[in-house]
């Protein structure tokens, strides 16, 4: 059942990518969307899942890649090495929509997707890599204002940085509605793009 209320793609399967697309767009631009903060989810060595926060730095809507940040020394790091293929996650409560995303990840590290997105970062962001513990490692006590403390003016954390891009191959989309709720699949995993109506 359908009310004019309802947005466009809650009746149209058309509609419904480029919404979601906008929702990635707006994340990546919006430290206050829902979707600046998404969750990845990756496999480890022992098979055992594994999910954390990333931020959404960006995203291209041609290729369909998610862009993040991280430590190149992170668990997450050797994981998606190992095991490329991630699931990614967002839910906003505003918008009513959940997006669980299957993607390919490709690690970068000391290259040319490192180096310009190394060149445009704050300061800030920079001093997280300079920690010189891997992240992770057991360490006896925190120590107090540790980023600054192991910034000695020298040491050069950009080997610590890492970009990751994860193509979306699958993307299942589910819509809160009180009238109904809506849920679809689109797959790139074949070539051509696949979209259905799913039951919810
Ligand atoms: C809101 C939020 C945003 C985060 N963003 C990132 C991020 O962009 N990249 C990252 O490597 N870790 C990020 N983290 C930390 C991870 O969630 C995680 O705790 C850390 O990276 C260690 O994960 P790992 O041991 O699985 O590699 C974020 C955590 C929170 C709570």
């Known amino acids: 059942m359908s009310n004019r209320?309802?947005?466009p793609h809650y009746n149209d399967l058309d509609a419904i990518l480029p919404t979601a697309w906008d929702l990635l767009t707006q994340g990546a631009r919006d430290r206050t969307s829902d979707f600046h903060i998404l969750h990845?989810?990756?496999?480890?060595a022992d098979g055992i899942p594994n999910n954390r926060s990333?931020?959404?730095q960006d995203f291209d809507v041609q290729s369909r890649t998610i862009l993040f940040h991280t430590d190149s020394r992170s668990e997450k790091a050797a994981e998606i090495f190992e095991r490329p293929h991630v699931a990614i996650h967002a839910y906003?409560?505003?918008e009513k929509v959940q997006l669980r995303m299957q993607c390919r990840a490709n690690f970068h590290h000391c290259d040319v997707v490192t180096g310009a997105a190394w060149r445009t970062m704050h300061d800030m962001s920079r001093q997280c890599y300079k920690q010189v513990e891997a992240p992770g490692a057991p360490i006896p006590a925190p120590s107090p204002g540790a980023l600054q403390a192991e910034d000695d003016g020298e040491s050069q954390p950009y080997e610590n940085f890492a970009v990751v891009m994860a193509?979306?191959?699958k993307l299942e989309w589910l819509y809160l509605s009180a009238a109904g709720h809506r849920r679809a699949l689109f797959d790139w995993r074949h070539g051509e793009l696949q979209k259905t109506w799913l039951a919810v």
């Open 167 to 169: 193509t979306i191959q």
């Open 92 to 94: 906003s409560r505003s």
């Open 54 to 56: 990333i931020v959404l």
């Open 5 to 7: 209320l309802q947005p």
């Open 40 to 44: 990845l989810a990756t496999i480890s």
